[in-house]
């Protein structure tokens, strides 16, 4: 493993080890994507939303989903029961543009235990990557998941994301995704991105 020379800054927080950069690999960088906007007008075959436990709607980026997607959303979720923090469900999108939208329950984001707050996150990224394969979604949008409301501080809460994508598509299921694109809306979750993505898909 390649020691990531990063003068000054944190130690990464990361599942592929601490400090350590993957090999460059031209195949798996063509994979990933960073774009600002607005994650409602995106056509990805599922977009990933940051939801909370009921599932039921709320503020931020869920608010934006819901009210894209029209009321036949918010009828389906009442359906499923709520999701636990960490994990995540899938829906059909209405009139979004894409043709699933996985609702994850990403943590509030608490400093003390930011271990248990990244495992939870990681969690989000994982889950909705597997409900993605399930249902043959071979591209897929994230949001910020936690990094509005829930507080997640967007430069801890990139390279915990990058990590499990980088993980899952190096693993069994890694090749039934062919893009993942992470919609970022603020200035910070864009700077949090540009930092990140050279660790964990280092230029080839
Ligand atoms: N369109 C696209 N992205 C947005 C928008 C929008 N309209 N608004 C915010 N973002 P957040 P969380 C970005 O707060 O932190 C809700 O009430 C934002 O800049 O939407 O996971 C839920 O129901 C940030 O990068 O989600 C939960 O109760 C990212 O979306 C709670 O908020 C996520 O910010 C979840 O909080």
Redesign the pocket.
């Known amino acids: 493993k390649l020691q990531a020379a990063v003068p000054g800054s944190k130690p990464i927080p990361t599942i592929l080890g601490p400090n350590t950069i993957p090999e460059p690999s031209k195949a798996l960088n063509d994979r990933v994507a960073v774009l600002r ?4 007008t995106i056509a990805a075959d599922a977009i990933v939303n ?3 436990r ?1 599932l039921l ?9 819901h009210r894209a997607a029209g009321s036949g959303l918010y009828d389906e979720c009442k359906t499923l029961n709520g999701c636990p923090t960490g994990s995540a469900k899938i829906t059909d999108a209405y009139a979004l543009h894409c043709r699933k939208i996985i609702h994850a329950v ?1 943590p ?1 984001y608490d400093p003390i235990r930011h271990e248990r707050s990244e495992e939870k996150l990681i969690g989000c990224y994982n889950r909705s990557l597997e409900l993605a394969v399930e249902h043959n979604c071979r591209t897929i949008a994230f ?10 501080p ?1 430069r801890e809460a990139a390279p915990a994301a990058l990590s499990a994508v980088r993980k899952f598509l190096t693993g069994k299921n890694g090749k039934k995704i062919d893009k993942v694109i992470f ?4 200035r910070k ?1 864009v700077d949090a991105y540009d930092e990140a993505i050279p660790l964990y898909f280092p230029p080839v």
């Open positions: 906007g607005d994650i409602t940051a939801a909370n009921s709607g709320g503020g931020g980026v869920d608010g934006a989903i990403g509030v949001s910020g998941i936690s990094t509005g409301i829930y507080g997640y967007s919609v970022t809306f603020e979750d």
